[in-house]
C-alpha cells in the first residue's frame, strides 16, 4: 500500500533525526539556553514551505514564551496564483536585498539567537535572514538539507549557503528532491518529507530548551490547551500578556 509505504519512509527519517542530529539539537537548546537567560529571546525565520515550523513553534500547545516568529505574509502564500500566489513568493524569497528591510523592523538585543530553517539553503531569503543575525550579534541557527550542501554550489552574491553561515547546523535529514513516493506511471514522486522532519525537531528543541531552562531555576508561560482541567479559562490571555512583555523593547 503506498500511504503505507509512506510512513514506514517517514517513521525512518524520524528515526535519522533521533540517532544522528542529537547532538546538534542539544548544542542549539544549549545556545538558546543562554540566551533566554540573559534576557533574550529565540527568533524563527523561514520563507515559503518553511514559514510553517516557524508558525507551528509559537503560539501553539506546549510551547511558551522564548519564542518570537518572524513571519513575512509576502514571503509566505496564500493563494495559488495572483495576488499571495506561489510565483510571487518564488521571485522575491530569491531576490537579494529584500529580506533585511523586512528583518529591520525588529530590534534584537543582547541574548537574542534566530532559527533560520530552509531546506535547499541556497535562497536569498534564509541566506540573508542568517547574514543579518549574524551582523546584529546573533548566534544563527539553521535546519537545513545536508544532502543539498553536496549537491549545489551558493548562489547568493556573498557566496554563501545558509550552512556556511550558521553557528549549529541541524540536518533535517529529508533527501535533496523532498518528495520520496514513486508511482507507477507517474513521472515524478509525490508525499515530500521536510515539513514534517523540521516540525518534528523544532518540538525536541522546545522540550529540550525548556528542559534546561528548568534545570537553570527558569521557567517561562506555556501555552496549553483549553482541555486540560489543571488550567482555567484565563490561563492563555496571561501567557499573551507575558508574551507581549518579552518582546517590549
Known amino acids: 500500500m503506498t500511504a503505507s509505504a509512506y510512513l514506514a519512509r517517514v517513521s525512518r527519517l524520524i528515526d535519522d533525526i533521533a540517532t544522528s542530529q542529537g547532538a546538534a539539537i542539544e548544542e542549539a537548546a544549549a545556545l538558546m539556553a543562554d540566551g533566554v537567560a540573559r534576557g ?4 524563527l525565520f523561514g ?10 513553534c509559537f503560539p501553539r500547545y506546549g510551547s511558551y514564551t522564548a519564542f518570537r516568529p518572524l513571519v513575512d505574509v509576502r514571503l509566505s ?4 496564483l495572483g495576488t499571495g500566489g506561489v510565483r510571487e513568493l518564488l521571485w522575491l524569497e530569491r531576490e537579494p536585498g529584500y529580506v533585511a528591510n523586512f528583518l529591520g523592523n525588529y530590534p534584537f538585543r543582547e541574548g537574542d539567537t534566530m532559527v533560520v530553517y530552509s531546506h535547499g ?5 534564509p541566506v540573508e535572514a542568517a547574514l543579518y543575525a549574524r551582523k546584529h550579534g546573533l548566534a544563527v541557527i539553521a535546519v537545513t538539507s545536508a544532502a ?15 550552512a556556511d553561515i550558521a553557528d549549529v547546523v541541524i540536518d533535517n535529514c529529508a533527501p535533496p528532491e523532498d518528495a520520496v513516493v514513486r508511482i507507477a506511471g507517474w513521472k515524478a514522486p509525490v508525499a515530500a518529507t521536510s515539513t514534517l522532519s523540521v516540525v518534528a525537531i523544532t518540538m525536541a528543541l522546545v522540550a529540550e530548551l525548556a528542559a534546561k531552562l528548568a534545570a537553570a531555576g527558569i521557567q ?3 501555552f496549553v490547551s483549553p482541555n486540560d482541567p489543571a488550567f482555567p479559562p484565563s490561563h492563555n490571555g496571561e501567557v499573551f500578556e507575558a508574551y507581549r512583555e518579552a518582546t517590549r523593547r
Open 77 to 80: 502564500w496564500f493563494n495559488v
Open 220 to 222: 517561562l508561560p506555556t
Open 47 to 56: 520563507s515559503g514551505h518553511s514559514v510553517l515550523p516557524v508558525m507551528d
Open 148 to 162: 543539498n550542501l553536496s549537491l549545489n554550489a551558493a548562489t547568493h552574491p556573498s557566496g554563501k549557503r545558509l
Open 121 to 125: 539553503g541556497l535562497n536569498a531569503a
Open 40 to 43: 533574550g529571546m529565540v527568533n
